[in-house]
């Protein structure tokens, strides 16, 4: 009886183990089909579950001519999720009482920011975390002399017509003023304060500095040309500055290290990074934020549409997966784009990223990181 028992249990084991191998199978050729269908160049995705990396998948190039693999540890510039590590290290600011998310921006920064339309009305720290700061990016956002009244002529264009607090308009100048606030308060170069502050107390590789990362690691960024069909190099996503940096002022120059979305990272020490979000700011060997300042960043400042909020450098969005309400971010510039979403309640988190695909839309999302997102949370979380 005991042999057959025995014989029965094994027989069973072996008919479920090519179940599994093809569940899983099945899942991984759906992947490539989601990049096949949207001419991913390269896509990085990591799976968070239970606190910890469940999945990570690497298809396509790092090096489209070259036909490099990209690989585990290769660096993406994760463009708009970088906004999270500048309003990290802020917070810790605030922490120390060192600033204050009420603080009037004229006086952090040293000129007016003032709505030209609603003189009288400060514009806040967090009106420029939140993008309620009716500060917007008609003029560009690549140096601080675009809305400083004493060297731009035309600095009132970089202003909406409502009052400041009021409404959200996306803004990229928000975070160059950030980033600048931060250097200037901190007295430590931007790129400096992060790595020493965020980077290296969680074990991570990356930062906004380009010149001082291995410049091997660089995943190449491609932009997709509708009209042709093809793929083109974009070399200004990973441009040296050491050239401009001769002249760099500090707490005024900041943009140059785009706190907005210059970070460095890879698709894994990212979802290492988003754990401590998950975790409301606390890591292994302490804490990156306290539990109350990571909450405040999470919480909805204004309502974005009727399916998302967005609270200080963090979207929450109930419109990636439907029925489930994710907290986090999206990116997207030259070509790559790159989305970190997790849930700090139930303990699990996607990052996905692509170094090149088609640039079309599903709703909000680019139409590459939403069909992998729900594949994703249908396989390993539903």
Same mark, same amino acid.
């Given at each position: 009886m005991n042999f057959l028992k025995n014989y029965l249990f094994f027989a069973l084991a072996f008919l479920l183990v090519p179940i599994t191998f093809y569940g899983q199978k099945n899942f991984e050729a759906e992947l490539q089909k989601i990049a096949d269908q949207y001419k991913a160049v390269g896509l990085a995705v990591v799976v968070v579950k239970d606190n910890k990396i469940a999945y990570q998948a690497n298809i396509g190039y790092k090096d489209k001519a070259q036909k490099t693999p990209l690989?585990?540890?290769?660096?993406?510039?994760?463009?708009?999720?970088s906004k999270s590590f500048t309003t990290t290290s802020l917070?810790?600011?605030?922490?120390?009482?060192?600033l204050h998310l009420d603080d009037d921006v004229s006086d952090l920064i040293g000129f007016p920011i003032r709505n030209p339309h609603y003189p009288d009305t400060p514009i806040t720290l967090k009106m420029i975390l939140s993008h309620t700061s009716s500060i917007n990016d008609s003029q560009r956002y690549s140096s601080l002399d675009i809305i400083n009244p004493k060297k731009n002529d035309t600095w009132e264009k970089s202003y909406n017509n409502y009052k400041p607090g009021t409404k959200y308009d996306y803004s990229n100048l928000n975070y160059n003023l950030a980033g600048s606030i931060l250097e200037k308060w901190s007295s430590t170069p931007f790129h400096s304060y992060v790595v020493q502050h965020i980077l290296k107390p969680l074990g991570l590789y990356g930062g906004y500095d380009v010149d001082s990362l291995d410049q091997g690691k660089f995943a190449k960024i491609y932009h997709y040309n509708k009209k042709t069909d093809d793929y083109s190099p974009s070399p200004a996503a990973y441009a040296s500055i050491k050239e401009k940096k001769k002249d760099y002022q500090m707490g005024y120059s900041t943009?140059?290290?785009s706190?907005?979305?210059? #970070?460095?990272?890879?698709?894994?020490?990212?979802?290492?990074?988003?754990i401590m979000h998950m975790?409301?700011?606390?890591?292994?060997n302490g804490h990156i934020l306290k539990k109350e300042s990571s909450e405040l #960043?999470?919480?909805p400042v204004i309502q974005v549409s009727n399916r998302a909020d967005y609270g200080l450098a963090i979207r929450i969005a109930r419109d990636l997966v439907d029925g489930i309400e994710l907290t986090g971010h999206t990116g997207s510039a030259y070509g790559l784009y790159s989305a970190m979403f997790f849930d700090p309640e139930k303990k699990f988190g996607?990052?996905?990223i692509t170094n090149g695909s088609m640039s079309g839309k599903v709703g909000n999302y680019n139409s590459l990181l939403k069909p992998t997102i729900n594949l994703l949370y249908h396989q390993f979380i539903d």
């Open positions: 690989q585990e540890g290769d660096l993406f510039r994760i463009a708009s999720i917070l810790q600011l605030v922490e120390n009482g060192v943009p140059l290290y706190p907005t979305g210059g #970070m460095k990272i890879s698709a894994k020490d990212l979802a290492k990074y988003m975790n409301h700011g606390a890591y292994p #960043m999470q919480s996607f990052v996905v």
